[in-house]
């Protein structure tokens, strides 16, 4: 619905999920290579169980996609950078835009829309210092919906394997003993 608050857009019907689903996303947040006979055995369901258990989980949208982790240093990525952007002014319109010309740049890793002084995070990875500042001056600053920008560089950057699964307490698993 363009143009509504977001109290009156649709959402979908989130899918349940119980313990064991709960169990299946934490493990495949972990190590998302392991086979569907080593994942059936960590979350005790027969293969043919957690095989449809995973394609539910897929349909519905709860698993979004799997990834490789990939050392950017051993592909030319000397820097990360944040890139806080402040927008002129402020529609869905402008919004959207230059959200989608962000993600767009093949140096931007994510975007963030915030609250706060700044609009976006914009998270940025490139060869060097010049590459960084070539981006900002030519794929930000040149834009007319951008007001300011403001970089801060990246020492360090450390993913976390995945999100806090936290299910209610009914649907919590004890973990199993380290073998």
Same mark, same amino acid.
């Given at each position: 619905?363009?143009g509504?608050?977001?109290s009156?857009r649709k959402?979908?019907? /989130?899918?349940?999920?119980?313990r #064991?689903?709960?169990?299946i996303?934490?493990?495949?947040?972990?190590n998302?290579?392991?086979?569907?006979k /080593?994942?059936?055995a /960590?979350?005790?369901?027969a293969? %043919?169980?957690?095989?449809a +258990? &995973?394609?539910?989980? =897929? @349909?519905t949208?709860?698993?979004? %996609?799997?990834?490789? @982790?990939?050392?950017?240093?051993?592909?030319? !990525?000397?820097?990360q *950078?944040? !890139?806080?952007? =402040?927008?002129?002014?402020?529609?869905?319109e402008l919004v959207e /835009?230059? +959200?989608?010309?962000?993600?767009?740049?093949?140096q931007?890793l994510a975007?963030?829309?915030? *609250?706060?002084?700044n609009?976006?995070?914009?998270h940025v990875? &490139?060869?060097?210092?010049?590459h960084l500042?070539?981006?900002?001056?030519?794929a930000f600053?040149? =834009?007319? @919906?951008?007001?300011?920008? @403001?970089?801060?560089? #990246?020492f360090?950057? &450390? =993913?976390n394997?995945?999100?806090?699964l936290?299910p209610e307490?009914?649907q919590?698993?004890?973990?199993k003993?380290? +073998?």
């Amino acid at each position: 619905m363009k143009g509504t608050s977001n109290s009156l857009r649709k959402h979908a019907a /989130e899918p349940a999920l119980d313990r #064991i689903d709960f169990a299946i996303l934490e493990a495949l947040q972990n190590n998302a290579r392991l086979s569907n006979k /080593e994942l059936a055995a /960590e979350v005790g369901l027969a293969q %043919s169980s957690c095989l449809a +258990r &995973v394609n539910r989980l =897929r @349909e519905t949208g709860v698993l979004k %996609s799997f990834h490789a @982790e990939v050392d950017a240093r051993a592909v030319g !990525i000397g820097l990360q *950078a944040m !890139i806080a952007v =402040r927008l002129r002014q402020h529609s869905r319109e402008l919004v959207e /835009e230059f +959200r989608r010309h962000a993600l767009s740049l093949p140096q931007v890793l994510a975007v963030y829309h915030v *609250a706060g002084a700044n609009d976006f995070l914009v998270h940025v990875a &490139v060869r060097d210092a010049d590459h960084l500042r070539d981006l900002g001056m030519d794929a930000f600053t040149t =834009r007319s @919906e951008v007001a300011h920008m @403001e970089t801060s560089l #990246i020492f360090e950057f &450390v =993913r976390n394997p995945g999100l806090p699964l936290t299910p209610e307490p009914s649907q919590r698993r004890t973990r199993k003993p380290p +073998r």
